[in-house]
DNA sequence: ACCTGAACACCGTTCAAGT
DNA sequence: ACCTGAACACCGTTCAAGT
């Protein structure tokens, strides 16, 4: 066959259809991809090095920018932080194949760059500035994990005591629990950040 | 050659070798667990059912249970949390892994009791209970990621702001740097527990 | 420059055969 | 019951050949 006209694929259309795949069925393949793109999985090393950029492309592709909105620096914070485990919380299954291969992608940095602005602004001193943001990354990374978990993860039928059962009963299902229990450790985290910032001035 | 004597095999051995190679090179093949044990890779299937068996083998091998120490609340919490993050942060590599496939293990599970009752005991009421209980949790698995993943995340030189910079200078690096971040966190979200503990009372 | 087809090493898993 | 050896389908990747 031999090249043709107009390219046929471009990394975005394979990181497209990479993620097409993860969402529906949570892993993909070299093979899978390129049938997705009706070409074989040769042509796609014309594009990528391999299967773990792509990862990276998919990345790429998940965090488009937003630009962060002005306002009090709880809610500046509050919303960047939103904005950020929903990127992740669009495609649940996406999250662990991210978290395997920890890469410093530019996007994610530039993320760093506001909340570090805001925090900064808020009255964080320098010395604590990381510490602050490595505790709200971990915190927004493991709410992402914890949408990608089924609801299995709480199984009622292997608490063993009668207050975790009770608490489980409670605490409702699926997107909801899930959404709900993040707000609830954005107010804890901000809440505390506050009087934080109100002791070091 | 035939059934040896004595069986050369077993789930915990599986489950050992299998960890000893994730620790030392972040992943491992069914044929190199074979190998460690001087045995062929189809005899490993008389014993796992597969390769995501290996895995929770592996989730049960480390989640050697610890009784939770008596005391303040606030110290028995924070104990246990910390336990719990260490119990990953011993094996970094292995924690994307598990985050892979996420099943309620039952020492897993078991953990989630003893944090329930504290919490319970330190007058969290019920409908609250499981948020709270995800909310550390989410702390604790992405604090365990941000020991696994290198410094490199942290990368100066991708920074846009200066006072992004600035704070990744002043932040220093490796394990002194995550454990800080993990002390920050736990001072944070305890502090916030023991005001919504008042509240609500 | 970019797609194809054939080929590679490797990997997880199965299973009949042996004791 | 448990280890072996041969065999399978599949997967990521390479590369010479084509235009």
Redesign the pocket.
Known sequence: ????AT???SVEKIAAAALDLVDAQGE?????I?AAL??????????V????EVIEAIRALIFKEEPPPPGEWNDTLRALLCHYRNAFARHPRLIPMLTAHTVSSPDVVHMYDDIATVLSDAGIPTGRLLDVITVLDSFVIGSALDVAAPDQVWDAAQARTPVLVAAIEAAGQGRVRADRAFELGLDLLLGALARLRAVEE
Do not use: C, Q, W
């Open positions: 066959m031999g090249r043709p390219p046929k694929l993909f393949t070299m093979g899978e390129a009706s070409v074989r999985p040769s042509s796609l090393y014309n594009h090095a391999g299967k773990v």
